[in-house]
């Protein structure tokens, strides 16, 4: 497990993110998971136990990218059409994805009330998501479609189509969805990894669950980010201040190229009843990690996540003099769970981790060049054995110690 920047935490004083799925009273509490290796789980609220959270909200996931291939000349003018009259012009990154990004809606059977008084009854869900095949593939939030009873897909024409799941990843919350229809367009996969700070973005979902394909822009604000309920934490997401709604969940955040650079996950408003009220904190699944999921749900239904049993942070210049480290490179271990592989590999919390099977790791979450945990270890498999550059407490001489992936426990 690892914990790379703490951004909310539970109680009256702390963030609360919750993931906004539905019409009809209904929303999906998004609980994260930690630094590519936690989970995600989700839970359909009555409108009645909705109105009591009144002052928090929350939001969307994104994942898919733009249809039809451009030149370089298309390209490079997208590229240029940054500011007109202080405002992004983001059509032709719209034209590019925009015919590829769906609404889904969920029907689903929801628990009210308690005891003798309890019952169930029908409800819908509503989120979006971004094709990304012609056969029909389309991904989404795991949690814009937990809980389903039949899910259907309205396309940005107005046309409808029955899906089916082909597999979820609470961990990550993302789930691929397929439907039997010609499609209208397939989106495609920009590099996550190219991404900075300040560069412009694009969300396109459809808002409230009635506003099919709204667009808002705005800028990547930070890269890198955890975010978690006090529990668990989802590490690795891009940070946007593009306005995200009701309804937005598993839609697209696009470059100005068209290409999806990320699946729109959660939003912060309100940091509770005594708090900060939040302006502008979106996040989105980076696309390279959506691709790498999409890749093993598409092909076995479900993912395998390696594991190593720490929990870090990314050194920066004050983690490092706080802790009076001989390196501001790598991340900085704080706790090794007990049975874990990085304890059997001698691994102990005060240690500092700078290279991941001689690849270095991202020391900051300004937009290094460095790799983060979550991206290497989803090029590996349960099994596999890395080598760890491995800075001892107390010392400053580097080593290199082997791990042997585990399987993620349950709920971790």
């Known amino acids: 497990m690892e914990r790379v920047e703490r951004t909310s935490k539970m109680g009256l004083a702390s963030l609360l993110v919750v993931m906004m799925l ?29 109105a009591t959270k009144n002052d928090t909200s929350a939001v969307t996931n994104n994942n898919a990218t733009a249809s039809s291939s451009t030149t370089t000349t298309e390209q490079t003018s997208a590229a240029q059409q940054t500011q007109q009259g202080g405002v992004v012009d983001a059509t032709y990154a719209v034209k590019q994805a925009g015919p590829a990004v769906v609404t889904i809606v969920n029907t689903m059977q929801v628990t009210t ?20 095949d012609s056969q029909g593939y389309i991904v989404t939030n795991q949690h814009v479609v937990a809980n389903q009873q039949s899910l259907q897909v309205i396309f940005a024409d107005g046309t409808n189509s029955a899906a089916t799941v082909v597999g979820e990843d609470a961990y990550t919350d993302i789930a691929v969805i397929k439907v039997d229809a010609k499609v209208p367009a397939v989106a495609k996969f920009g590099d996550s990894s190219k991404l900075q700070p300040g560069q412009p973005v694009v969300a396109i ?29 989802t590490q690795d997401l891009v940070q946007t201040d593009a306005a995200i709604n009701h309804g937005n969940s598993g839609g697209p955040l696009l470059d100005l190229q068209g290409n999806v650079v990320g699946i729109n996950t959660a939003v912060v408003r309100s940091t509770g009843m005594m708090g900060d009220v939040a302006e502008g904190l979106g996040f989105a699944i980076a696309s390279n990690t959506v691709q790498s999921i999409v890749g093993q749900l598409t092909k076995n239904g479900s993912v395998s996540h390696p594991y190593i049993g720490i929990t870090y942070q990314p050194i920066t210049p004050d983690v490092a003099t706080a802790n009076n480290l001989p390196t501001q490179q790598g991340i900085f271990v704080t706790d090794v769970a007990s049975g874990s592989p990085a304890q059997k590999a001698g691994i102990q919390p005060g240690s500092v981790i700078t290279r991941f099977d001689g690849v270095d790791l991202s020391g900051s979450d300004s937009g290094s060049t460095s790799s983060t945990v979550a991206d290497l270890l989803s090029k590996h498999k349960v099994g596999d054995s890395v080598k760890l550059t491995v800075i001892a407490p107390g010392t400053t001489t580097a080593k290199d110690v082997t791990v042997v992936l585990a399987q993620r426990p349950s709920g971790q």
């Open 113 to 132: 009330g308690r005891g003798r008084f309890g019952g169930t009854q029908t409800a819908e869900a509503l989120g979006s998501g971004v094709i990304i």
């Open 205 to 233: 979902g459809t808002a409230l669950g009635d506003y099919r394909n709204t667009v808002t822009e705005g800028i990547v604000s930070g890269l890198h980010r955890t975010l978690s309920d006090g529990t668990s934490s």
């Open 22 to 50: 539905a019409l009809a009273g209904l929303a999906v509490t998004h609980t994260a998971a930690n630094g590519g290796l936690a989970t995600l789980t989700s839970t359909a609220q009555t409108a009645a136990q909705q």
